[in-house]
């Protein structure tokens, strides 16, 4: 072989491995919403895929609306939540033969009103015959999150099927969860809507309201989902993520780093350095693929 047609393989042979290396190089959009675990797994999921498994991971924070639009157009690769049978349904609806929904990965949601537990009331008709003492700017009012989630709508709900003389305020999570802490910490009534998982239950002593006539109806579990064949473009993650599984005591537990250490990247980061035996685990799932 002379010198030339060694140089011309020598050049094909870096440009077959450059090439193996781009298609290797896989860059994802990860759409979030602004609920504590969403934003708590997606951090985690980032961390996990960008520093060990050299993927380009954006985390896009949209509205439910946009998330789901987002999913059947192909802007957005995937999303770690998505709540089923019941919560996001309606979301889900107008384009389900554009998104696949995969694997449970966390089992047994709760969604409803919530108080601090040192309140005399138990259920939601109760809350309308105490109205008066849970106003909040001169109104007996529900301290929610967006307008666009599908709490925001049970809770219109609620507030017409129970007759409630109550106005939603809507706003953050954050914003939300503020309002809780300072009502918590001098032991006054307020009412917020809250959901099972969240980090809340952990800090705060807290009930949900009964709901007689189930407004915000039975347990879900939360499933991930992505656009239509994510599968087949990417088998090694679709296998991991069917893996992947989190209770009250593991997401728990990463969500509480996140809200101690008030940085979603930081929180997650320490969580995985103490987790490493079970994300290990959720990684060997993809071992086949």
Known sequence: MNKMSSSVLMVGLLAAITGVQADDHKSLVIGTNNWAENIAVANMWKIILEEEHGYDIELSDVSKSVLYSGLANEDIDLSMEIWLPTTDASFLEPHKDEIDVHDVWYEGTGLGLVVPSYVDIDTIPELGENA???EYQGRPTILGIDSGSAIAGSTDDAIDVYELPFNQVN??????????????QREEPIVVTLWSPHWAFA????????????VYGESDDIHWMSRKDFGDDDPWLTAVLNDWHMNDDTLGGLMAEIE????????????IDENRDLIDEWLAAGDGE
Request: glycine share 10%; no cysteine; proline share 7%.
């Open 132 to 134: 008066d003492a849970y």
């Open 171 to 184: 706003s953050s999570g954050p914003a939300m969860m503020a309002a809780l802490d300072d009502a918590y």
């Open 203 to 214: 800090e705060y002593d807290l009930k949900y309201l009964e709901d007689p006539e189930g």
């Open 260 to 271: 101690q250490t008030g940085d979603p990247v930081e929180g997650a980061q320490t969580w």
